[in-house]
């Protein structure tokens, strides 16, 4: 790379913990020519326009065509790559952070937000104002996506939980016992899914001490609170751009695995981010 590297770029030690872990070409293209793009830059591209949030034909002209990366990211979505990947890190980074492979307990929840454009799968969430589309995800006790899945904002939470467990099996999480929820998440229909499916773990619904009005976190539940600001420092999550709710899972599940490498391999950082006024000092009278 002679370029001048953005902030979203992947660092070396960054790069060589996820190069192995990418398909070396796109499910369209394995009959092919061979391919002229390096792949560390199509995946610096996807992680700029998720982490910066530009448009597709908006990446910067040093990157790969964006075209060829669309399509890079479009099939990677469709063939499972991105969720195999954050299947992959999310152990690494709770060994890391020096827990289990699996946890014990996980938290799920929901989060409306508009469309920018139009797009298929798109409703009103009546509760909160909200037309477009609802993230519902699932994360385990340190905030690491587990898994997601996009819907109507209309949608009821308790048929979309349906879907996040479907991809929660009792034998990838043998250690999972117990999955933290609101109360949006009472009901009787997706206890006896739970049950009809065999699923290991239980449902428990946290909520607030009756006649309680403070503000209190809650017991594992507020980790998903946390969860949505780490991907909400994704400018590509401030509102759904995608055309279909696949494509806005797959954003979601890009910015849990750039997360993920940065707890890794952090990068060095010489001087504080944060911006600061000059203070200025006064004259003496």
Known sequence: MVRKPYPSDLTDEQWALIELLLPRTTPRHRRGRPRKTELREIVNAIFYHVREGCTWRALPHDLPPWKTVYNYFQAWAADGTW???LDTLRPLARIHAGRAMTPTAAAI??????????????????AKNVRGRKRHILVDSLGFLIAV????????????ARDIFAQVRGRD???????FADGKYHNHALDAWLRAHRRPYRLEIATRPKGERAFRPLPVRWVVE?????LGRHRGLSKDYEHTPALSAAVVRIAAIHHLLQRLRPKRRPRAQRFRFKRHRRRAA
Do not use: E
């Open 173 to 179: 999480f043998p250690r999972l016992q117990v999955v």
């Open 83 to 85: 969720q195999k990947r």
């Open 149 to 160: 899945v996009v819907t109507a904002a209309n949608a009821d939470d308790a048929r979309a």
């Open 109 to 126: 929840d929901s989060q409306s937000v508009k469309t920018a454009t139009g797009g298929q799968g798109r409703g009103t969430d009546g």
């Open 226 to 230: 946390r969860t949505y600001a780490w």
